[in-house]
């Protein structure tokens, strides 16, 4: 489902946190148009374009707190919502922000809002998404449920955006009153690729059969590798599983990352095995205790390490080599308003 392109109909609000994410957003949604970029996209998908904005951010959301820590928010311009579709950025990166930007998901459509998208670029709980002992708890589904009671806007459900979510079966524990919309950030590691230097000696690698499975189908023609995690006691061994790394550069792929333990043995075991360099991208890095200097002072070299600006804190961390930010800007331009606006 795509916007409308009318100058006035749809408005983006943000988490403070996400503020960098959700201007960038807005710059490549709008601007100016030339005449064959118009002329173009009216012949190719029959739109009424204005050269127009077509996406305003609105930062009129008080983000304040009572004297015990709960949340005071208030939205200064509902009655200037009614009838417009609206975007949220938000950020669930941590449990104490999740409560507050809740209340300002359950409000939007109560105000009137003709449609409404909620952008989660990153799924939090989505490493604990089943029980394989009683007595766990599969939170994942917990924050499905939550989301799934963002009521009903005049078009129908809500959608919630979230990139490369660490399961795609997560998608059934959302309910019918809004719609999961699961895309993928690859193509911002694929338009990278095309301009690497060493691209016809490349293969990829993944970390285990989950990183396979879930993005295998975005490289069907190139060299891979899978690796695999078997336990020795206490101590985690990393294995090639599948594939010959010998002589190749390298790029393991996964959806996230924590400490990052796992892709440094991966790394390691790559690099024994004759691999020529070792990069890495992950969509979320997530990187909880400044375990990112992991890569920056470690003993392993990366030759790139591309990451998201899906969490907060991703800008900071791609300031210190080897980290580089792929934004995900564009691809969710793209996904809003259903054209091409990468470069």
């Known amino acids: 489902m795509s916007f409308s392109l009318d100058s006035d109909s749809v408005l983006l609000y943000a988490h ?4 960098s994410l959700a ?5 490549r949604c709008s601007g100016e148009w030339s005449d064959s970029q118009i002329k173009k996209l009216k012949a190719e998908r029959s739109l009424s374009i204005s050269s127009q904005r077509v996406v305003e951010f609105r930062k009129t959301i008080e983000w304040g ?23 949220f950025v938000g950020s669930f990166h941590s449990p104490d922000v999740i409560f507050e930007q809740l209340s300002v998901l359950y409000a939007f459509p109560r105000y009137l809002a003709k449609s409404f998208h909620f952008i989660l670029p990153y799924f939090p709980t989505g ?9 766990q708890i599969a939170t994942a589904k917990t924050l499905a449920t939550l989301l799934s009671a963002i009521p009903l806007s005049a078009k ?46 490349l293969a990829f690698a993944f970390p285990d059969d989950g990183a396979f499975k879930r993005f295998h189908s975005y490289f069907p023609d190139e060299h891979t590798v899978i690796c695999a995690k078997v336990r020795d006691g206490k101590k985690k061994i990393v294995t090639v599983k599948d594939g010959n790394p010998s002589g190749k550069d390298i ?57 998201t600006d899906s969490i907060p804190h991703a800008k900071t961390i791609s300031n210190h080599k080897p980290f580089k930010l792929l934004s995900l800007c564009g691809v969710i331009a793209e996904s809003l308003l259903g054209y091409d606006l990468m470069p």
Not at 65 to 87: C, E, L, S, Y
Not at 127 to 135: N, S
Not at 258 to 264: A, D, F, M, R
């Open 16 to 19: 403070p946190s996400m503020e």
């Open 23 to 27: 201007i960038q957003i807005v710059e």
């Open 65 to 87: 707190r009572f004297p015990d820590g709960f949340p005071n928010v208030f939205i200064q311009d509902v009655k200037f919502m009614a009838g417009k579709d609206v975007i």
């Open 127 to 135: 490493t604990m998404e089943r029980v394989d002992t009683e007595g």
């Open 156 to 201: 129908g459900p809500a959608q919630v955006i979230i990139f490369d979510i660490h399961a795609l079966q997560e998608r059934f524990y959302f309910s019918d009153s809004v719609i999961p919309r699961l895309l993928s950030a690859i193509p911002l590691l694929q338009r990278e690729i095309e301009h690497l230097s060493y691209k016809s000696n």
């Open 251 to 307: 790029i393991i792929i996964d959806d996230l990352i924590q400490t990052g333990g796992t892709l440094i043995e991966c790394a390691k075991v790559l690099l024994k095995q004759g691999a020529k360099t070792v990069s890495a991208y992950v969509t979320h890095p997530v990187f909880p205790g400044d375990s990112w200097k992991r890569f920056t002072d470690g003993d392993v070299h990366f030759e790139n390490f591309w990451i």
